[in-house]
Structure formats: structure tokens, C-alpha cells
């Protein structure tokens, strides 16, 4: 996806954080991320529960970490692939809708 069309898509989803970063073997990925509180961890893994089912409905998975009261959200794509893609930000939005 083309760098303006990702500032473009970030204004619906303005608490997320774009980032580059390269492996050892030198590959380059292209990640967006955002980290939820939550009152407990009862909450937050409720929130995990839902961002599942919504990720099975989608068929398109992030990578979830929940620690404590805190859940990341985190889509992470290489770059060789294509890069963030329209379905991650629509993603995103959804998961965003819902916290």
C-alpha cells in the first residue's frame, strides 16, 4: 500500500503506531500497533476473547499479547508481501469500534 494511502487510513485510527523493523536475515516488515488498558485483566482478556472471534469472522489474524490489565493489538506484515494491507485498517477500525 502506498505511504499516502496509510496517513490517509490512519486519521480513522489515530492511537495506532506505525512502524518499520528488520529481522537478523535482513527482511523488512511493516507493523501497526496499539495497546488497550483495561480497568483488570478479566476485562482485558474478555477484550482478547472478542478481538478472536472477530479476527475468525475476518479471517485475518493479529498478533495479541495480553499482560496484566494491557492487551497489544499488532498487525505485522513483510514488506517483500505487500506490506499493510486495506483489510488490516478495516480491521483495526473494527477493533477500535469495540474497545
Known amino acids: 500500500m502506498k505511504p499516502e494511502r496509510i496517513q490517509i487510513f490512519l486519521l480513522l485510527i ?4 506505525l512502524e518499520a523493523s528488520q ?9 501497526m500497533y496499539r495497546t488497550y488498558e483495561f480497568a483488570n485483566a478479566k476485562e482485558a482478556i474478555e477484550f482478547v476473547k472478542w ?5 475468525a469472522r475476518c479471517e485475518h489474524y493479529p498478533e495479541i499479547a495480553c499482560a496484566g ?12 508481501a505487500g506490506g499493510l494491507s ?4 478495516r480491521v483495526a477500525v473494527m477493533i477500535d469500534g469495540m474497545a
Open 86 to 89: 486495506e483489510k488490516d485498517f
Open 23 to 31: 529481522t537478523l536475515t535482513g527482511a523488512v516488515s511493516q507493523s
Open 14 to 17: 489515530p492511537a495506532w503506531v
Open 51 to 55: 478481538v478472536a472471534d472477530l479476527a
Open 69 to 80: 490489565n494491557a492487551v497489544t493489538v499488532r498487525f505485522n506484515v513483510p514488506v517483500e
